[in-house]
């Protein structure tokens, strides 16, 4: 296998690493450029082959972990997505029970049940979690 083979391999995982950004691809691009140093260096396509596959056993097992973790740390205090709607009030727009009803929430009207019983119209509300597209409420006093 030519190097230039090597290198277009590399530029691929890289342009899918991109697109996914789960480190997956990016693991595979550092084990590929292992076996493009490996061919460089004027070995056969048997001793490629294995600077890849210990290459790309390595970076998944050790690297992508540790890379993943940073990449994903939580900042203490600042919640988004969802989690940023767990505490935060609203407006009941009907009556709210364990069947339904509507809020809402963040200027936007969302799904709504219950998490204590009926909650009539017009009552402020606190979400408590979120369940798909709906919020779990109580009613502010609660």
Known sequence: MT????????VILI??????????????????????????????MPIQGIAFAL?????L???????????KKEVPGFATNMDALIGAPAIALTEVDQNGGQIKLNGEVWSARSA???????????????????????????
């Open 3 to 10: 190097i230039w083979i090597w290198a277009v391999v590399i």
């Open 15 to 44: 342009v899918v690493e991109l697109l996914t950004v789960d480190l997956l691809f990016a693991s595979l691009a550092i084990a590929a450029t292992a076996a493009l140093v490996a061919n460089a260096l004027g070995y056969e």
């Open 55 to 59: 290459f790309a056993t390595l970076s």
């Open 61 to 71: 097992l050790f690297l992508r972990p540790i890379a993943l973790k940073h990449l």
């Open 116 to 142: 204590v019983g009926a909650i009539s119209s017009n009552t402020q509300l606190t979400v408590i979690s979120i369940e798909g597209a709906t919020a779990l409420v109580v009613a502010k006093d609660n």
